[in-house]
């Protein structure tokens, strides 16, 4: 079975300040990371992925995550925090079964970014 | 534009009727999904499918049934045997890893049902 757990309900930033949202994950085999942000009553919007390589991955809008294999982690950050990220950030992890690409998502975590 | 299309945005349905959310997609992927949302719970599989013409069950199946009969359309039922429907449905799709993907979905603007 895999599971992901996203720990925190709701990240509080200043703008301007660095962010971190938290990620852990469990699977058997490798890992395929994935972090979405979903913008009220929107669908997902796919943000970046980590599958093989730099253990450092650059997605959109400036975000990156760390693919931590000894913790079990990958926490999206981003250097300098904007009004306009705040969101709903969700990580999910992939089982690959066929050719389908089942993912598992966490439950979500509220980012909120003020001046 | 290549997406994915989800319709109506919202629907209203009164309880013991079967409502049926449409999504419709042109990137030429293989496979598509539906996805349940509610608040604190992320997003939970309901059915896949990989090739035309078949589907499998995810998470919680229950109470909802698809089809397959066009490689851009999965369209999702819900049954008045979903014993709480009122949700945030998500369809989406991706490639087939046999095609050399790495698997992300594509995700439609999603689809409110509210039961009253």
């Known amino acids: 079975a895999q599971s992901v757990a996203q720990p925190e309900d709701q990240v509080n930033v200043a703008e301007g300040n660095p962010l971190t949202v938290k990620c852990t994950y469990s699977v058997s085999g490798n890992p395929y990371l994935f972090w979405y942000v979903q913008y009220p009553n929107r669908g997902l919007q796919f943000l970046l992925k980590y599958i093989t390589g730099d253990n450092l991955v650059k997605g959109s809008y400036g975000f990156e995550a760390e693919f931590n294999k000894s913790q079990t982690s990958f926490h999206l950050k981003k250097p300098s925090a904007l009004v306009s990220d705040s969101a709903l950030y969700f990580c999910a992890v992939r089982l690959n079964t066929g050719t389908a690409s089942k993912l598992t998502f966490g439950t979500g975590t509220r980012l909120q970014v003020t001046l | 534009d290549g997406g994915i299309t989800q319709s109506p945005k919202y629907l209203f349905r009164k309880e013991g009727q079967n409502v049926t959310l449409s999504c419709e997609q042109n990137l030429n992927h293989d496979a598509m999904y539906w996805y349940r949302q509610d608040p604190g719970q992320g997003l939970r599989l309901i059915y896949y499918?990989?090739?035309?013409?078949?589907?499998q069950k995810g998470d919680i199946a229950e109470g909802y049934s698809v089809s397959r009969e066009k490689k851009e359309s999965f369209p999702l039922t819900v049954t008045s045997a979903q014993k709480n429907p009122t949700a945030f449905y998500l369809c989406?799709?991706?490639?087939?890893?046999?095609?050399?993907?790495?698997?992300?979905?594509?995700f439609g603007e999603g689809s409110r049902l509210t039961v009253l």
């Open positions: 989406a799709s991706s490639s087939g890893s046999n095609r050399g993907s790495t698997g992300e979905l594509f």
């Open positions: 499918s990989q090739i035309v013409n078949d589907f």
